[in-house]
């Protein structure tokens, strides 16, 4: 599943909301400055590698799908790609200074993931784990599209979890100190069309049948023309913070 964005990486570099700027500041805030490199994990098309060039920092950015992957190179060429899963990349010897990871941590293998990033970080290291939830301003749109979404799919997504669900893993770890929890929420205004295309990114979507596909795309379409036709959504990001313990 990790892989199945690539067919449609140029939708999803087009459609998908990147991270607010202000994640920067808090960043380097939670890190005493600069790091001395920089690791992307799970980089997609390079929604987060287009902030984390910001830092001015060397950035290695990993994305195991050659799809994403050569969208990313063409938009970021300063970045270093490498064409690869996390448990296949191998980290340069001493570590990172930061590892970023943007919506991928479900990604990958819960079993080796804590252990595996704490290895690639160098001592005290920052980890800095961020995610969008997908949710709506108004309850009563926001209930109409979990009925739709529900009835293709009633399995919890990674929205469903408790905000803090990646800091209680760090912290149970016992591999990471010094954690903490940022959010920011965004209220961009969405067109039918505009939303379905948004909705053929996710991975909820992508897994089911044509025809459950379908249905899905219909019944949110019918929705929100009732709604006259855009509904404003609740972008809700959620930055998790850590560092690499030591000892």
């Not at 990313?72 to 980290?91: D, G, I, N, R």
């Not at 108004?138 to 799919?153: G, K, N, S, T």
């Not at 219909?218 to 023309?225: E, F, N, R, S, V």
């Amino acid at each position: 599943m990790s892989r199945v964005f690539g067919e449609v990486a140029a939708l999803y570099d087009d459609i998908r909301p990147g991270y607010p700027p202000e994640l920067l500041g808090t960043l380097t805030a939670y890190h005493g400055g600069v790091p001395e490199s920089v690791a992307d994990l799970g980089a997609g098309t390079g929604k987060a590698t287009e902030l984390l060039l910001r830092l001015g920092a060397p950035v290695t950015a990993v994305e195991p799908d050659p799809r994403m992957a050569a969208i990313l190179a063409h938009k970021f060429p300063a970045a270093e790609v490498v064409t690869a899963t996390f448990e296949q990349w191998s980290p340069p010897p001493g570590g990172v200074g930061l590892i970023g990871c943007a919506t991928a941590w479900h990604w990958m293998d819960p079993a080796t993931r804590d252990r595996r990033v704490h290895a690639a970080l160098r001592p005290r290291g920052t980890l800095a784990i961020l995610h969008n939830r997908h949710g709506y301003a108004e309850p009563d749109q926001q209930a109409a599209i979990d009925a739709v979404m529900q009835a293709v799919d009633p399995t919890p997504n990674l929205d469903d979890r408790p905000v803090d669900w990646v800091r209680a893993e760090l912290e149970g770890s016992g591999l990471f100190t010094d954690t903490e929890v940022h959010e920011w929420h965004r209220h961009p205004v969405f067109s039918t069309e505009q939303y379905l295309q948004l909705v053929r990114t996710f991975s909820t979507y992508r897994r089911h049948t044509p025809e459950d596909q379908r249905r899905t795309l219909a019944g949110l379409g019918a929705a929100i023309d009732g709604w006259g036709g855009s509904l404003r959504m609740d972008i809700h990001t959620v930055l998790v913070l850590g560092r690499a313990a030591v000892g």
